[in-house]
Every structure is written in structure tokens, then in C-alpha cells.
């Protein structure tokens, strides 16, 4: 049977800024499966420092939730790292027993960066490189096994990399590199199946990021020792973004993958049939853990003029799969976040549901939407009681200022630093600065 959109109930829940006050943008956010807890990463500019010398611009701040995504609680600094000039690009999961694992970039030199917390992201074990023997890395991707004892995080020199713990993230391997091809490449997604078997999706360009796109699903069975790489597909090269200080290869394809069991997979992402046209929104699945795909389904609503960009997706098991993407079929400075839902391993999709809902609230946004992704990517997770809980970046521009938006449980935020809790956080919207 073919690949089907069926209809489905619209969304009853407004989008809400995480900090109405701060630069923020690229967050993440993740769900402990057994207890209420969900866990957001933001990355911040021009916040009040972590330390009073050499500290973070930009800097990764933690804010945890206790009932499911509906409250967090005052911000943290995920870590001081004095001496580190900027961090970027934040991951987090949680394990089924409740650890919290994150990892992010201390500039591209050390580089990725790996910690963890037992005790519901209140302490943080001292910051481990996992990358120091590479001239520099970028872009990390982390996954855990469901029990947290596998840890696996993906990045990129240039090349692809991959990495794995199995004494719960004590020790690392040496990189493994996954490519002999001179592209450059970009991981995205990953998901750890029942059966142990480890999938990344990425992204491919040349060096200069003209040409075609390769779709990549990288996969080890044997715990990082050895990965095999499938090409998935080629799109065509990516639009131009005209945004002030925006690179080349920003609104090029990104590459999700979620899972729902050991042999169901789905890879979302989004490419161009043409170079430098408008990207659609695809969808492939596998039933076979990975070895063969389906073609590819158009996901996406939106007319073929709108350009889609930027997807997530999150698998919570017995066939349960959730994505959002974006796309500007209301104009090209009214970007939106789109949701749908698959129940039986994406063989079929829920109507699309608008998130990014909210009519205004900042002044790059309007009831048709916002200016630009802030960032090239959000979070989405699942909470203990099943509920979707999604954030993402907005902004007026790639350089912004911009903020991380959220939809979940009728989320709120207590707007005060956890270093200064006696008062609220007051910072203004900062320049973004350079990415």
C-alpha cells in the first residue's frame, strides 16, 4: 500500500519564546521515558557571563522541567569552561534509568565535548574532548542505547566521524572515520535500535557546497568498530539564502532519522529537484533495519514554490514516529514549523499541524509566521506521559537577534538565572554576532 496522509485533529497548544529577554537560538531539548523530566539546551549570545574572565560568548544553558515540559525552572550554565571563546551546537538525551547525557562544541578547538548527570542536571561530570586527535571538529550528533550503558556521538572534520563509549560514556573510542570521498559532510539524526544496531543520517556536499547533495544512512552493527555507509539519495544544490552574513550551504539539506523498533526506519529530509530551486520535504523508509529504502514521499503540504528546510524526528516505539520541518509557503519572510505523526512506522502521516502558531510576541514575527530559522536546527522529544514536546530557533535574520521557541504541555519558563536567583534575568536582546 502507498504512503498516505490521513487527517488528524488540530493543535490546541500556542507556541511560547523559552526567554523573551535573550539571544538564543539552535536549541535542543530531550525527555527522560520514565519520569517527568524534560531537559532544554539553548545556545545563548551575549547572556550574562558564566564567570567574570575569558567565559563563552556564546554560552549552552540548561533549564529543566519536572512535570513533562508544561514549567521549567531557573537556567543554568550546562558549563562555565573558562577559557573556552564560544560553544555551540548542543545535544542531550536521557537514559531509561534517568542519566542525563549532553554534548556540544568548546570552539572547534578541543572541540566536541562530552558530560553527563545522575542527579537530574543539577552537577555535571568534568568535560571530556573526544576529538583532540583531529585538527579540528564540528557539528556533534549524540545518541544513546536505551539503557545509556552506549554512547555514541558523530561529527564531522570535514570528514565524518564517529565515536563510542560502552562503560556509559567513562571512556570514548578513538574517531572512526566513515568516508574516503573529500566531501563534506554534516550528521544530523541518530537512533539506536533495540537490537544495538547504530544509525546516523547525513548530509554531503563538496567542498565549496555547489553540486549535488548526497543523502547519507551510516550504520554500525559491531558498536562504532566499523560503519557502513549507503547512499540514500542525491538532491540538487541548495537555494542561495540572501540573509545578511548567511553561508552558502545554510538552508542545504538536513537529514533526520527516526526509529520504532529494530528493522523500521525513517529518514526526513529536505533537497531540491532542481539546483538552487525550492527543496521539498522527503520522506524514506526502511523495513529492513537499513538495507534497502523506499522511494521517496513528498511530506510536505506546501505548494512547489515553498522552499522546506531544517527537519526533526523522533521515534517512541510500536511504530509511533514524529516530525516537524519548516517551509515559507506563506512567503519568503513568513517561515512556519510544521508536525506530523506516523503510528505505523511511516507507512502513513497525520495532517500537517502548524506549530509555530503564535500571531506575535517578538518583532521578527506576524500571523504568518516568522522571518527566518534562526539556526539550522531544534529539538523533539516525547515525554513519560507520550506527549510531543518540540522547540526550534526563530529570528529576523541569520544573524538575528532571535529566540527558541517551544509547544508541549502549555509550557512556561521561570525567567531567573539560576547564579543570581534572587532576581530576574534582565539582559536585553543582544547582537548575535557572528556564527
Not at 532544554?40 to 519536572?66: F, N
Not at 556533534?140 to 555514541?152: A, E, F, K, Q, T
Not at 515559507?328 to 512506522?345: I, K, L
Request: hydrophobic share 35%; proline share 7%; net charge negative.
Amino acid at each position: 500500500m502507498a504512503d498516505k496522509v490521513s487527517a488528524a485533529p488540530a493543535a490546541q497548544l500556542v507556541e511560547r519564546v523559552f526567554n523573551a529577554h535573550t539571544d538564543d537560538w539552535e536549541p535542543t531539548v530531550a525527555a527522560d521515558p520514565g519520569a517527568p523530566y524534560v531537559y532544554l539546551l539553548t545556545t545563548r549570545y551575549g547572556g550574562t557571563p558564566a564567570c567574570r574572565k575569558k567565559c563563552p560568548d556564546p554560552a549552552i544553558i540548561l533549564a529543566v522541567s519536572s512535570d513533562g515540559g508544561t514549567t521549567f525552572g531557573p537556567e543554568h550554565y550546562l558549563c562555565v569552561c573558562r577559557g573556552i571563546a564560544a560553544q555551540n551546537d548542543p545535544q542531550i538525551a536521557v537514559a531509561n534509568d534517568g542519566t542525563v547525557y549532553a554534548a556540544w562544541l568548546n570552539g572547534f578547538v578541543p572541540g566536541v565535548m562530552f558530560s553527563k548527570s545522575t542527579d537530574h542536571g543539577r552537577t555535571w561530570t568534568v568535560p571530556q574532548a573526544v576529538a583532540l586527535d583531529l585538527e579540528f571538529s564540528d557539528k556533534p550528533i549524540l545518541v544513546i542505547s536505551p539503557s545509556g550503558r552506549d554512547v555514541y556521538i558523530a561529527f564531522n572534520a570535514s570528514d565524518s566521524y564517529m565515536v563510542a563509549s560502552h562503560d556509559r560514556g567513562a571512556t570514548f573510542s578513538a574517531p572512526v572515520r566513515t568516508n574516503n570521498d573529500g566531501r563534506y559532510y554534516f550528521a544530523d539524526g541518530g537512533y539506536v535500535a533495540p537490537n544495538g544496531v547504530v544509525t546516523f543520517s547525513e548530509a554531503s556536499y563538496t567542498q565549496t557546497s555547489t553540486g549535488p547533495v548526497f543523502i547519507h544512512a551510516m550504520q554500525s552493527g559491531d558498536g562504532g568498530r566499523s560503519w557502513r555507509s549507503t547512499l540514500v539519495d542525491v538532491v540538487a544544490e541548495q537555494p542561495d539564502c540572501t540573509s545578511e552574513g548567511c553561508p552558502s550551504d545554510f538552508l542545504g539539506p538536513a537529514v533526520a532519522v527516526g526509529g520504532s523498533g529494530s528493522n523500521h526506519l525513517v529518514l526526513i529530509y529536505n533537497g531540491a529537484v532542481a539546483p538552487k530551486q525550492p527543496q521539498h520535504i522527503f520522506v524514506r523508509r526502511s523495513t529492513d533495519g537499513g538495507v534497502s529504502w523506499s522511494p521517496r514521499t513528498d511530506l510536505s503540504a506546501a505548494p512547489t514554490s515553498a522552499n522546506g528546510a531544517f527537519p526533526a524526528a523522533v521515534g517512541s516505539g510500536a511504530g509511533d514516529l514524529r516530525v516537524w520541518y519548516m517551509d515559507d509557503r506563506n512567503g519568503p519572510s513568513a517561515w512556519n514549523v510544521w508536525f506530523r505523526r506516523s503510528q505505523d512506522g511511516g507507512r502513513t502521516w497525520s495532517a500537517e499541524t502548524r506549530l509555530s502558531n503564535a500571531t506575535g510576541g517578538a518583532p521578527y514575527k506576524t500571523p504568518t509566521g516568522f522571518a527566518l530559522p534562526y539556526g539550522d536546527y531544534g529539538g523533539l522529544a516525547v515525554n513519560s506521559a507520550g506527549s510531543t514536546v518540540a522547540i526550534w530557533g526563530e529570528g529576523p535574520s541569520y544573524v538575528g537577534p532571535g529566540g527558541s521557541w517551544m509547544i508541549g504541555t502549555g509550557v512556561t519558563h521561570t525567567d531567573v538565572f539560576a547564579t543570581t536567583p534572587a532576581a530576574p534575568n534582565t539582559d536585553g536582546l543582544a547582537g548575535a554576532g557572528t556564527r
